[in-house]
């Protein structure tokens, strides 16, 4: 099979839909059955990024300065910007799917994939990747321009699309319903977790958490884009209702640089800081991750909505208890490993905080079962799924 790949998401910092992406542009080529892979992005070919991820496993280059929170480049705060400016991002959504039709339109016996949410009109078979369905059930956390460019143009790909792709199951009956189609023209596929996230001893991740004031098993962890999607406002009233000496002895560790309205959120969170038992560490190399999962007494993600929620299984694999909320795709995810949460009932929130932090019975079964439910999901697995899904589209 001869595959396009859309790769207009794989941009520093990779994270999200571009490590997926990624995830796919690096595996495809090695797979069987596929006889090339090409790559296009904004209307034009375009050779793969060099991004070198390898370093994710060698702590011994940790520095001071690898926990300095990252600035978005240059180029990366152009593309934020003008993504929400309401004439670029129509022009942008007018122009580009005319350059990528022409290209695609000029090859025969290609399969084209965009992971991204957006097809083309195009004369090729098509798949298409829809990670959630926010913009239609919380349009409120999204900016307006990018509200209306994409409800202009994902039904638009689902119409064109012979497959639609989700993440996870929940999801896939999300897209069902949502644009009424067919159970057969909608697959789930679920997203994996890099071989770097895994169990590390005490030993291993103190010389590196010291440097930033942290130590083995002595504080909880949240990842994500500061952003209302993430439930945080609840998080952090959850956790100042915690006893004193719970806070101080497990302080709450946060990671991930700023989202869409989220400066009340940060607010709240300089208010923790200045209490003495939240330390904020900004948007952080993906590299340090995996010391930051492992070193943690648990994980915290009780999120509102996730399409899949991977920081779940990446919190797993390495090794580590997770709480989680109870609704879309969150419960799939963890798969009876984790402890889950109604993410609007503070109360609940505290109360399941305090037992994942202290009840050790609870916390040892969560790890072993985590483990094993992790091991499950990997970047291979999803990328020979998807394979799967090509001969699916070819054969139709």
């Not at 994270?15 to 796919?24: F, K, S, T």
């Not at 890099?194 to 083995?216: C, K, N, S, V």
Request: net charge neutral; with cysteine; proline share 7%.
């Amino acid at each position: 099979m001869n595959i396009v790949l859309s790769i207009e998401a794989i941009n520093p910092p990779l994270a999200g839909i571009g490590r997926y992406a990624w995830e796919l542009a690096t595996r495809l080529p090695v797979q069987a059955n596929i006889d090339s892979v090409r790559y296009l992005s904004d209307g034009f070919w375009r050779a793969l990024p060099n991004y070198d991820l390898s370093g994710a496993s060698d702590h011994t280059a940790l520095s001071v300065k690898a926990f300095a929170p990252l600035r978005l480049g240059y180029k990366a705060k152009i593309r934020q910007q003008l993504g929400r400016m309401r004439f670029f991002s129509e022009w942008y959504g007018k122009l580009m799917p005319v350059l990528a039709g022409q290209r695609l339109n000029r090859l025969s016996n290609t399969i084209f994939h965009s992971p991204n949410y957006f097809v083309p009109k195009c004369d090729l078979p098509s798949l298409v990747t829809l990670h959630d369905l926010s913009i239609y059930r919380f349009p409120q956390w999204h900016p307006k321009t990018r509200i209306a460019r994409a409800r202009a143009s994902i039904p638009e790909s689902v119409d064109r699309a012979s497959l639609v792709l989700t993440d996870s199951l929940a999801t896939r009956l999300e897209v069902i319903e949502q644009f009424s189609l067919a159970p057969e023209r909608v697959v789930a596929i679920p997203l994996g977790v890099d071989e770097q996230f895994h169990p590390y001893t005490a030993e291993e991740t103190a010389p590196i958490l010291q440097q930033i004031g942290l130590r083995p098993n002595g504080y909880s962890f949240f990842v994500s884009t500061i952003e209302p999607r993430k439930n945080l406002t609840n998080l952090l009233a959850a956790y100042r209702a915690l006893p004193m000496d719970v806070r101080q002895r497990w302080p709450l560790v946060l990671a991930g640089g700023q989202g869409w309205q989220s400066s009340e959120i940060h607010d709240d969170i300089a208010s923790a800081q200045r209490e003495g038992w939240l330390k904020y560490l900004g948007f952080i190399d993906q590299h340090w991750l995996p010391v930051l999962y492992a070193g943690c007494r648990l994980f915290t993600y009780p999120s509102w909505y996730e399409g899949f929620g991977l920081p779940i299984a990446e919190a797993m694999a390495s090794g580590v208890p997770v709480l989680t909320s109870n609704c879309s795709s969150m419960p799939e995810v963890a798969g009876g490993a984790a402890m889950l949460v109604e993410p609007g009932d503070v109360d609940a929130i505290r109360d399941r905080l305090q037992q994942a932090l202290e009840d050790e019975e609870w916390r040892a079964t969560a790890i072993a079962r985590g483990r094993q439910r992790a091991a499950e999901l990997t970047w291979d697995a999803c990328v020979r799924n998807t394979v799967a899904a090509y001969q699916l589209v070819q054969s139709r």
